[in-house]
């Protein structure tokens, strides 16, 4: 790698930032090697790669941005960061290099804050520009979208318990619902209170008629996690709700106006589950909120891309946890856990064998910058550098945070973010020939 330590300005791979803002000034403009690249299972899952064809590139410039968590501003200087979007007197445009880019959102675009409504409004920015965007789904937007879907329709053991489940986290975004978008006409609707908690609620007998349904879809150690989970969050939601002071009609309201502007086809945001996918794929790179699985692994070099996206929106509509633990949500889920669905040595030949050499995710985030390492023996570049003012707080890291994953058609990969002193450069390709 000595060829890339002589290598030390990001100007001859990145465009400018044309941003006059002084809070850009902190971004690293200074490339080091991506150090992790040396370690000995990433040098293996490298040599995988190049006994399988080597690597094939994006025909055009990835910037890949994930977790902004409901933090609009950090999103848009991540945006800015990466030279795709300028700024002036408040307004987006695109800038050169943005008209050749391909922008992939990586997942979890909501909860924490501070504004989940200003995020998706910046979102729509974006859009409006004509950025070629993708939305990948994360575990947190599934959640919101479980929550909202257990409200509709006839109550059932297998869904009438998730916004207990889901709901906790999304509390701040019905707040935000209920101030801009609830009407007082559309409280007067509702039953009284008691009502109105009922139908939040799961019934008194739920876990007994939970563990009959849920049987054909889950196995018995994840139903009884699941009832002793649900217990726990049932205890605390009444803290939780008084915490962010709504009533329970005002929490009905606000998940029924979410139906309204999520999911129905003229909604304010239904662009946002609409555009949604679970994983794109740009040459031997994947993109995905988590991780993979064997089941999808396969699936995905047996259908194709969009025939898992299209199973995934499908299942989502109308989810019960059978789903929610299932090889599709794994996409949005794992962590590789022993919970989880399983990524075996089987799994990962059938990805190299297809050309398909590193994932790149969100989900994990990092306070030093994007990372590098060998999951199950396939190479995972880790993404999710904490763009979120209440994560930061709570991290011990300051203000708001700023950074992208840029991915060129040479070959080259830059980590960017305002927490690392540089930034990191991979070339997988040139390594090997040095």
């Known amino acids: 790698m000595d060829d890339l330590r002589n ?7 990145l465009p ?6 002084a809070c850009m000034a902190d ?4 490339l080091e090697p991506w150090d992790e690249a040396a370690a000995a299972p990433v040098v293996d899952c490298l040599s995988r790669a190049r006994s399988h064809g080597g690597w094939h590139w994006p025909d055009r410039p990835v910037v890949f941005v ?14 800015i960061a990466a030279g795709v979007i300028h700024r002036s ?3 987006i445009g695109l800038t050169p290099f943005g008209r050749t880019a391909h922008i992939v959102l990586g997942g979890d675009a909501l909860d924490k804050g501070p504004s989940n409504l200003a995020l998706l409004d910046a979102i729509a920015d974006v859009l409006d520009t004509g950025a070629d965007v993708t939305i990948l789904a994360g575990n947190h937007d599934l959640r ?11 109550r059932s053991a297998l869904t009438e318990h998730l916004f207990v489940r889901m709901g906790r986290k999304i509390l701040p975004a019905l707040r935000e619902v209920l101030t801009r978008f609830v009407t007082p006409e559309d409280i007067a609707a509702l039953p009284p209170e008691a009502v109105c908690k009922a139908r939040l609620m799961p019934g008194e007998d739920w876990s007994t008629r939970f563990a009959t349904a849920a049987r054909p879809e889950l196995p018995a150690k994840v139903i009884t996690k699941e009832i002793r989970k649900l217990e726990e969050k049932r205890a605390k939601f009444e ?5 962010i002071g709504m009533t329970h009609r005002e929490l009905l309201a606000a998940l029924l106006k979410c139906h309204d502007i999520f999911l129905e086809p003229e909604g304010h945001y239904a662009w946002f589950f609409e555009r949604m996918q679970a994983v794109a794929r740009s040459g031997s790179l994947l993109f995905v909120h988590a991780g993979l699985c064997d089941d999808m692994a396969r699936a995905l070099v047996r259908d194709g891309v969009e025939a898992v996206n299209a199973a995934y929106a499908r299942a989502a509509e109308g989810a019960s946890l059978g789903f929610y633990f299932g090889p599709l949500a794994n996409l949005v889920r794992t962590k590789y856990r022993a919970s989880d669905c399983a990524l075996t040595a089987a799994g990962v030949e059938v990805l190299h064998r297809a050309g398909l050499h590193m994932v790149v995710q969100g989900h994990v985030n990092n306070h030093a910058g994007q990372r590098l390492l060998a999951k199950r023996g396939l190479l995972h570049l880790e993404a999710d550098i904490t763009l979120d003012r209440a994560s930061r707080a709570l991290e011990g890291l300051d203000g708001i945070g700023a950074g992208a994953t840029l991915i060129f058609p040479s070959g080259d990969v830059i980590g960017l973010s305002r927490d690392h002193p540089r930034a990191k450069h991979f070339a997988p390709e040139r390594m090997a020939a040095h």
Do not use: C, N
């Open 7 to 13: 290598f030390t300005t990001t100007d001859v791979l």
């Open 239 to 243: 803290t939780d709700r008084a915490r």
């Open 144 to 154: 919101m979208r479980l929550a909202i879907g257990s409200v509709r329709g006839e």
């Open 27 to 30: 971004l690293p403009r200074l």
């Open 66 to 79: 994930s977790d902004p968590h409901a933090d609009a501003e950090g999103f848009l200087r991540s945006l």
């Open 16 to 21: 400018p930032i044309l941003d006059t803002d």
């Open 89 to 91: 007197k408040g307004r």
